[in-house]
T-cell receptor, first 115, second 112 residues
Framework: EAGVTQSPTHLIKTRGQQATLRCSPISGHTSVYWYQQALGLGLQFLLW???????NRGNFPPRFSGRQFPNYSSELNVNALELEDSALYLCASSLGTGGRDQPQHFGDGTRLSIL | KQEVTQIPAALSVPEGENLVLNCSFT??????LQWFRQDPGKGLTSLLLIQSSQREQTSGRLNASLDKSSGRSTLYIAASQPGDSATYLCAVRQTGGFKTIFGAGTRLFVKA
């Protein structure tokens, strides 16, 4: 069974640009989660999608947005990039029924570097 | 506001030793608690998930317990091996809003 896959592995951008990160969940999983892991700040919850709908978001500005497609894959978009957006962005997926009682399985992440 | 704390922040033990990692949380309104390991520069590997109605879960040399009323969980690793060296993270899934809150992790080093 293929795990959660994320692309690209690394992404280098400059301040003010826009970044798009992609995530494919495990087959059969309908919930997708995005997390930011910045140096020294730990894992911070960003967004949760389930059945194509945004279910919740963490304490991040609106320039962090995303969507989930009919095949349950997901995109995370970050606009007007700032230096402090440099981080490892992790995607996780879980089974449905809201996903709240199911284990989350993680991809290897996208390393976003802002120059 | 839910806060998750992991103690110790770092731990170094000789190979073969049994060890316990601790996780505490401030709000007991949780659906579940999940333990992960993270190798440097990598994603998270799920180890164990304990539902709020459960007391413990076991997988191989790993045993995780949950005391929801006191806001505590422990991860017990038996007969540690150098391959166990990694950062171990605990995370709670809240009932309100279903957000997942992570602790800062415990960095474990097992010496051969």
């Amino acid at each position: 069974e293929a795990g959660v896959t994320q692309s690209p592995t690394h992404l280098i951008k400059t301040r003010g640009q826009q970044a798009t990160l992609r995530c494919s969940p495990i087959s059969g999983h309908t919930s997708v989660y995005w997390y930011q892991q910045a140096l020294g700040l730990g894992l911070q919850f960003l967004l949760w999608y389930d059945e194509g709908e945004e279910r919740n978001r963490g304490n991040f500005p609106p320039r962090f947005s995303g969507r989930q497609f009919p095949n349950y894959s997901s995109e995370l978009n970050v606009n007007a990039l700032e230096l402090e957006d440099s981080a490892l962005y992790l995607c996780a997926s879980s089974l449905g029924t809201g996903g709240r009682d199911q284990p989350q399985h993680f991809g290897d992440g996208t390393r976003l570097s802002i120059l | 506001k839910q806060e998750v704390t992991q103690i110790p922040a770092a731990l170094s033990v000789p190979e073969g030793e049994n060890l316990v990692l601790n996780c505490s949380f401030t709000d007991s309104a949780i659906y579940n608690l999940q333990w992960f390991r993270q190798d440097p520069g990598k994603g998270l590997t799920s180890l164990l998930l304990i539902q709020s109605s459960q007391r413990e879960q076991t997988s191989g040399r790993l045993n995780a317990s949950l005391d929801k009323s006191s806001g505590r969980s422990t991860l017990y690793i038996a007969a540690s091996q150098p391959g166990d060296s990694a950062t171990y993270l605990c995370a709670v899934r809240q009932t309100g809003g279903f957000k997942t809150i992570f602790g800062a992790g415990t960095r474990l080093f097992v010496k051969a």
